[in-house]
């Protein structure tokens, strides 16, 4: 059997960068060579720097650089040196062509793909590592086997990730599973072996899960479906409950309670972000049409319609309750990742209701702290929004703080769980003072406790929360 001692990583980004870094970190009898062709990114991994926040990471990284763990732009020079390759490129929802809006585009698989088959002189275990529809490694088995030759073999292996941002490194080194499916061919079981033996230098075996391939690639998007879908379970829900006057945090701790369910995920908020969610359902409901099955794909296209309905429905619910116009008006949006702990905005609800906003002429100020104001400019300028950077730039201001964000606006709009935004580290009183009255306050993630906050003399609405909340 293979004994893996020299690691690749093609891709340094959210996935490949945290991951091979644990496994340098747990592993220093293995050499792990993290590559990217974007110099950058590469120099920023070399730095003090990271490019990615993650609490965690830091140390991870620091403590084994320059010994097994290396990050460098030569992608060549670490195919030819690696027994197994991790590809851990981006898959981006096609935004052109067939199957736009939700096939996921794997140019960059297939490049990377191809690269190895060209540069590689020696046999390699290649593994997928980005988050890929079904029988994706299919596609990268035809294009390796058609290189291959008798002194030159290549093994699939599929190694999807379950990283949750802002807890990667925690998840990494104290996984719920690690998933392995290989080809069910003696070859394949060997590769299979030699990346188990990789993950339990710190991971009980009893907790590495090998399966074939097809399994493991669909087990990704499914737990990823399912996730999403209780939470806009619980989201349809606080829609009920802001009708009814019942609290979707007393309905949900209810749910929970039953050992079948579980309390986690059950929280509701103003919709789901992240890179996999939205992106990965999509995908299975891209690949129910195409393998003809339209009734699972419109099971699942309904938990993305009720994501978008619960951001939309919260816009409306802000519009209306300031006297149903924002136009020139200040609103402060707390929050711009899709989740506390992390400074990732892929998909996040911030940019959804912040687009909204401005098409109503409001004027917005965003406060986060983590997200580099260049990374709000991007998101907020893609094409489609707003074209004109100038245009863009009078019509937002990016704060430093909570009260500088507050400070003479209508209203309050939390959108990210940032721990610093709750009552007990936010001086709420302060912010009321500094805003037009009435004050407004909309609590997009259950954070504040709604009777404290009107006793300064805000006016709030929590999503979920009736503002009679049964007492009428």
């Known amino acids: ?123 390699k275990i290649v593994v997928e590592k980005s988050t890929v529809p079904c029988r994706t490694a299919e596609s990268m088995r035809t294009i390796l086997d058609a290189n291959s030759t008798s002194e030159i073999h290549f093994d699939i292996l599929s190694n999807p990730e379950f990283l949750a941002e802002g807890t990667a490194i925690k998840d990494l080194l104290n996984p719920d599973r690690v998933l392995i499916g290989a080809l069910q061919t003696e070859e394949g079981i060997k590769a299979q072996h030699a990346l188990v033996d990789v993950y339990t230098h710190w991971v009980p075996r009893e907790r590495v899960i090998t399966t074939n391939v097809w399994s493991s690639e669909l087990s990704k998007l499914a737990a990823n479906a399912m996730l999403a879908q209780r939470i806009s379970s619980v989201n349809a ?64 296209q309904q938990v993305v319609t009720i994501n978008e309905y619960q951001k939309k429905r919260f816009v409306q619910k802000i519009i209306s309750t300031l006297f149903n116009t924002i136009t020139h008006k200040r609103i402060a949006v707390l929050g711009f990742a899709f989740k506390k702990d992390t400074g990732d905005t892929r998909e996040s609800a911030a940019i959804t209701l912040i687009k909204d906003f401005l098409q109503e002429n409001a004027h917005v100020a965003i406060y ?18 707003v074209d004109d950077r100038k245009k863009l730039e009078s019509q937002i201001t990016i704060c430093g703080s909570a009260y500088e964000a507050a400070e003479n606006a209508d209203a309050v709009v939390i959108v990210t769980e940032w721990d610093e935004f709750k009552a007990d580290q936010l001086d709420y009183q302060r912010i009321y003072d500094n805003m037009h009255k009435p004050a407004f306050l909309f609590d997009g993630r259950l954070l504040l406790n709604a009777p404290e906050i009107r006793k300064i003399g805000f006016k709030v609405h929590i999503i979920g929360k009736n503002e009679l909340e049964g007492t009428a």
């Open 368 to 385: 986060d702290p983590k997200v580099e104001h260049e990374q709000i400019y991007m998101d907020l300028s893609e094409p489609g929004l």
């Open 1 to 123: 059997m293979v004994a893996v001692k020299n690691i690749c990583c093609i891709g340094a980004g959210y996935v490949g960068g945290p991951t091979c870094a644990v496994i340098a970190y747990k592993c220093h009898d293995i050499k792990v060579t993290i590559v990217d062709l974007n110099q950058a990114r590469i120099d920023a991994w070399n730095s003090d720097k990271l490019p990615i926040y993650e609490p965690g990471l830091e140390e991870v990284v620091f403590e084994r650089r320059g010994k097994n763990l290396f990050f460098t732009t030569d992608v060549d020079g670490a195919i030819q040196e690696a027994d197994l390759i991790f590809v851990s490129v981006n898959t981006p929802t096609k935004k052109a062509g067939m199957g736009a809006g939700m096939a996921a585009d794997l140019a960059y698989i297939e490049s990377a793909t191809r690269r190895i088959a060209e540069v590689a002189t020696s046999s």
């Open 237 to 300: 829900l606080s829609a009920v409950c802001e009708a009814t006057g019942a609290d979707i945090d007393e309905v949900a701790y209810a749910c929970g309670r039953d050992s079948r369910l579980g309390p986690k995920f059950l929280k509701a908020s103003v919709g789901f972000g992240g890179s996999c969610f939205q992106k990965d359902i999509l995908n299975l409901v891209y690949l129910s049409r195409t393998l003809n099955l339209p009734e699972v794909a419109d099971y699942w």
